[in-house]
């Protein structure tokens, strides 16, 4: 059974101060590991996918970056509107198309 | 920028009745799915749907779910006797033909059932 594991919980951190959000997987084959946003009572908002360890994607203040066992995404010098639960989301070679979705990480950045 | 827009956003209704929630995917994608977030918990998937047909269905999609393409724009998720369980957002996603690209999410129906 996939699983999809995200921390911390929650993350408060002054505007500017960098940091990262950590989400730990295990699967039976990565297809794809996949970063949403979400903002209260709204759908995950699309951010990046990586396939490969070593892969990088950069937008704006955020950075995702994969390992085997591990996908980090960082932020740099963030604002208040970054403000929102992140998600992470995988892929299997068990599953035809379905994500698996971890419990997701609530920042909240202060002005 | 296409999005994929589901209707309504909000829904109320008692339990043991049936619910319809709408969905209109992004125009050219091929692939559907269903996924729903009871609060405070995790998104959950529910179903995926291609060339017409159910492709993957998780343990939660029983018999009281059905979905439909009931013409060229629409994708619908029927419950057939709501359950005070079945209270939670509602996402429809979609995404294009490309073997692992991401999904795309609406906004989501709130269903609560009473």
């Known amino acids: 059974e996939d699983q999809v594991t995200q921390s911390p919980e929650a993350l408060r951190l002054q505007e500017g101060e960098s940091s990262s959000l950590n989400c730990s997987y295990t699967?039976?084959?990565?297809?794809?590991l996949f970063w949403y946003r979400q903002d209260p009572g709204k759908g995950p908002e699309f951010l990046f996918t990586l396939y490969s360890a070593g892969e990088e994607k950069e937008k704006e203040r955020l950075k995702a970056t994969l390992t085997k066992k591990e996908s980090f995404l960082h932020i740099t010098a963030p604002k208040p509107e970054d403000s929102a639960t992140y998600l992470c989301a995988v892929r299997s070679s068990g599953s035809a198309r379905q994500l698996t979705f971890g419990s997701g990480t609530q920042l909240t950045v202060l002005p | 920028e296409p999005e994929v827009t589901q209707t309504p956003s909000h829904q109320v209704t008692q339990m043991g009745q049936e619910v319809i929630l709408r969905c209109v995917p992004i125009s050219n994608h091929l692939y559907f799915y269903w996924y729903r977030q009871i609060l405070g918990q995790k998104v959950e998937f529910l179903v995926s749907?291609?060339?017409?047909?159910?492709?993957?269905k998780s343990e939660i999609f029983d018999d009281q779910f059905s979905v439909e393409r009931p013409d060229g724009s629409n994708f619908t998720l029927k419950i057939r006797s709501t359950k005070l369980e079945d209270s939670a957002m509602y996402f429809c996603?979609?995404?294009?033909?490309?073997?692992?690209?991401?999904?795309?999410f609406g906004q989501g129906t709130r269903l609560t059932v009473v």
């Open positions: 699967v039976s084959g990565l297809r794809g």
């Open positions: 749907f291609y060339n017409n047909e159910i492709s993957e």
């Open positions: 996603a979609s995404s294009d033909t490309g073997a692992d690209t991401e999904a795309f």
